[in-house]
């Protein structure tokens, strides 16, 4: 079984300041990794995601994130955010099995970015 | 294109009602599943349908829920009769293929807020 612990239920910051949210998953077995984000008012969007290769993966907003098999995390940073970036961060991760695809969630960061 | 579609978006029913999400899911995708976040908690899993056969539904937590997913186009979930704690966001996404791999990706939809009184 899988689970993953998102340890910031909210991060405050002012604009333009860095930022990290914390990801940890545990899981017996290989996983993809993926960060998602829900804006005011609308579903989740896949914001990126870790499959292979690469530990450090990109969004086309100026989001990273990198995968540390050590540390089993997944933390998702920015140098300097933006008002817009304010949203709720999930954290999710998903077996590599050909049965099952099902996302294990996190229980989320709210992300609040003040001018 | 349209994306990932449910309805209705808010719904505020009593305990015992019966009340009956639809998703609308991505024309083509076969794939689609159903997630549930109560207030404060993680978004959880309920079940995957593969075109109209329900290919993992571990995450349905009693009787109560129904889902369905006739001509494997568009799906309902239903909850007859509804408790207190069936409040949440209902989320449904689709995808064309199973498994999260490199060319496939979950598409969510807004949610249904359902608020059980």
């Known amino acids: 079984a899988q689970s993953v612990t998102q340890l910031d239920s909210q991060v405050p910051v002012f604009e333009e300041a860095p930022v990290e949210l914390r990801c940890n998953y545990s899981?017996?077995?290989?996983?993809?990794l993926f960060w998602y984000v829900q804006y005011p008012n609308q579903g989740l969007q896949l914001l990126l995601k870790y499959l292979s290769g690469s530990t450090l993966v990109e969004s086309i907003n100026g989001f990273e994130a990198e995968f540390n098999k050590s540390q089993t995390s997944f933390h998702l940073r920015k140098p300097s955010v933006h008002i817009s970036d304010t949203a709720e961060y999930f954290c999710a991760v998903t077996a590599l099995s050909y049965n099952t695809d099902k996302l294990i969630f996190g229980t989320g960061t709210r992300l609040q970015v003040f001018p | 294109e349209a994306g990932v579609t449910q309805f209705p978006s808010h719904s505020v029913i009593e305990k015992g009602q019966t009340v009956t999400l639809r998703c609308d899911p991505i024309?083509?995708?076969?794939?689609l599943y159903w997630y549930r976040r109560v207030m404060g908690k993680e978004i959880k899993f309920l079940l995957h349908f593969v075109k109209e056969s329900k290919q993992d539904e571990s995450g349905m937590p009693n009787n109560r829920f129904l889902a369905e997913r006739t001509g494997g186009t568009y799906s309902t979930l239903k909850v007859q009769p509804a408790e207190l704690e069936d409040s949440g966001v209902y989320f449904c996404?689709?995808?064309?293929?199973?498994?999260?791999?490199?060319?496939?990706?979950?598409?969510f939809g807004q949610g249904t807020r359902l608020t059980v009184v």
């Open positions: 996404a689709s995808s064309p293929e199973p498994g999260q791999g490199a060319n496939t990706e979950a598409f």
């Open positions: 024309s083509g995708h076969d794939n």
């Open positions: 899981s017996s077995v290989s996983v993809y």
